[in-house]
């Protein structure tokens, strides 16, 4: 089992940046990828950013240049950068990862909101 605790969300205004990080515990040593989801009111759950099991990022078009994922050396922490935030950012952001076994875990959610 492993276990994700998400922390960074906010308020931040149209431009302006924040840092969400994913702190797992557990059994880490079984993760082969992980990243970010994120879901707007009224609409369905989308990835964000992700880092796979050979260690390639993946961006959502979206987020492209403005959005970068990152993670520790010891695969404790995975963090998303958000520079040059857009009202259309505002989401709950959900930390995800997967196991090699094919289990996925899911944190609780951390709110951001991009408004002046």
């Known amino acids: 089992q492993v276990q994700l605790v998400e922390s960074g969300g906010g308020l931040a205004q149209p431009g302006g940046s924040l840092r969400l990080s994913c702190v797992a515990s557990?059994?880490?040593?079984?993760?082969?990828?992980r990243g970010w989801y994120r879901q707007a009111p009224g609409k369905q759950r989308e990835v964000v950013a992700f880092?796979?099991?050979?260690?390639?990022?993946i961006y959502a078009d979206s987020v492209k240049g403005r959005f970068t994922v990152s993670r520790d050396s010891a695969g404790i922490t995975v963090y998303l950068q958000m520079n040059s935030l857009k009202p259309e950012d505002t989401a709950v952001y959900y930390c995800?990862?997967?196991?090699?076994?094919?289990?996925?875990?899911w944190g609780q959610g951390t709110q951001v909101t991009v408004s002046s």
């Open positions: 995800n990862h997967n196991s090699w076994g094919g289990n996925e875990y």
């Open positions: 557990g059994s880490i040593d079984s993760i082969a990828s």
């Open positions: 880092i796979t099991t050979g260690g390639k990022l």
